[in-house]
């Protein structure tokens, strides 16, 4: 049950280390860079269920944003994110300042490498993941959750953090739920406000399209995937609002490229609807 007193978000990271000295039980935590939607609550319905005190923290991180990108312009919400996660189940909300995480002098980064970053969105984007993994690094040594959930939509940045735990050895479950859709198919996305009533109505084609391509492989599970990739590429990109980034068939694990279907595939697709960049994906699976 949630309580009827309005959350007062913890600012600090030292005043966070005070309050974690006192949590006994499980812990969960929900990264977000705010501006929530039903895909964020639906994260913390899931902690609250599984955890005594859930933590969702709050920060639109500028060490994954490049100088071209959406830093400035990104939505946020405090006020009304701080009532959608209290009454979704939240118990603390870390809404930290740029300065608090990133003091004057900071210079230490977690950069990773290997075959998740190399290509997709660490190739359109090659700050992004330098990024992501040291806020989240920050999160886990300062929260210290018994596990953390994030959604599917992001598909490899949920891998790296999954390696990244792996390979630092963080003692935490990292929990996946299913991509939180639009009624008409369309990836819930905070930057989908973006969109104007134009773009709007043609985003859906991004997830329509992979669905086609889960129909067409399960009817015909031997054909060449690179080809139908290149096939979809093209159908999207003579939508005149599209421009297609990526449209490729990964091993669902190891994110490389395949070319046939082999049981756990995933479809990733980013593209850009009029000036906006959305992504997707689908698990395509036997």
Same mark, same amino acid.
């Given at each position: 049950?949630?309580?009827?007193?309005?959350?007062?978000? /913890?600012?600090? +990271?030292?005043?966070?280390?005070?309050?974690?000295?006192?949590?006994?039980?499980?812990?969960?935590?929900?990264?977000?860079?705010?501006?929530?939607?039903?895909?964020?609550?639906?994260?913390?319905?899931?902690?609250?269920?599984?955890?005594?005190?859930?933590?969702?923290?709050?920060?639109?991180?500028?060490?994954?944003?490049?100088?071209?990108?959406?830093?400035?312009?990104?939505?946020?919400?405090?006020? +009304?994110?701080?009532?959608?996660?209290?009454?979704?189940?939240?118990?603390?909300?870390?809404?930290?300042?740029?300065?608090?995480?990133?003091?004057?002098?900071?210079?230490?980064?977690?950069?990773?490498?290997?075959?998740?970053?190399? *290509?997709?969105?660490? *190739?359109?984007?090659?700050?992004?993941?330098?990024?992501?993994?040291?806020?989240?690094? !920050?999160?886990?040594?300062?929260?210290?959750?018994?596990?953390?959930?994030?959604?599917? !939509?992001?598909?490899?940045?949920?891998?790296?953090?999954?390696? @990244?735990? +792996?390979?630092?050895?963080?003692? /935490?479950?990292?929990?996946?739920?299913?991509?939180?859709?639009?009624?008409?198919?369309?990836?819930?996305?905070? *930057?989908?406000?973006?969109?104007?009533?134009?773009?709007?109505?043609?985003?859906?084609?991004?997830?329509?399209?992979?669905?086609?391509?889960?129909?067409?492989?399960?009817?015909?599970?031997?054909?060449?995937?690179?080809?139908?990739?290149?096939?979809?590429?093209?159908?999207?990109?003579?939508?005149?609002?599209?421009?297609?980034?990526?449209?490729?068939?990964?091993?669902?694990?190891?994110?490389?490229?395949?070319?046939?279907?082999?049981?756990?595939?995933?479809? @990733?697709?980013?593209?850009?609807?009029?000036?906006?960049?959305?992504?997707?994906?689908?698990?395509?699976?036997?």
């Amino acid at each position: 049950m949630t309580s009827s007193t309005p959350l007062v978000p /913890i600012k600090t +990271s030292k005043h966070l280390r005070l309050l974690r000295q006192d949590w006994r039980n499980s812990v969960g935590l929900v990264p977000t860079m705010g501006a929530l939607h039903e895909g964020h609550l639906q994260l913390i319905r899931h902690a609250a269920h599984c955890a005594e005190e859930v933590v969702v923290s709050i920060f639109v991180n500028p060490t994954q944003f490049a100088a071209n990108e959406d830093l400035e312009s990104y939505p946020r919400s405090l006020a +009304s994110d701080i009532e959608m996660a209290q009454l979704a189940g939240a118990t603390q909300i870390f809404a930290p300042t740029v300065t608090d995480l990133y003091p004057n002098g900071f210079s230490t980064y977690v950069v990773p490498s290997g075959p998740l970053v190399e *290509r997709w969105e660490g *190739r359109s984007r090659p700050h992004f993941f330098r990024g992501v993994c040291t806020v989240v690094c !920050k999160l886990f040594q300062l929260i210290q959750p018994t596990f953390a959930v994030f959604g599917q !939509k992001d598909f490899q940045q949920l891998q790296l953090v999954r390696q @990244m735990v +792996s390979d630092l050895d963080f003692q /935490i479950e990292i929990q996946a739920l299913p991509t939180v859709r639009e009624e008409d198919g369309l990836a819930m996305s905070s *930057r989908n406000t973006y969109l104007d009533p134009e773009e709007r109505k043609v985003a859906p084609i991004l997830y329509q399209t992979l669905q086609q391509a889960a129909t067409i492989i399960q009817n015909k599970p031997k054909q060449n995937l690179e080809v139908l990739s290149q096939t979809l590429t093209a159908q999207l990109n003579a939508v005149p609002q599209i421009k297609i980034d990526y449209l490729s068939f990964v091993d669902a694990k190891s994110l490389q490229l395949v070319s046939q279907f082999n049981g756990n595939v995933c479809l @990733m697709v980013a593209a850009f609807v009029g000036n906006t960049r959305l992504i997707d994906n689908l698990l395509i699976q036997t």
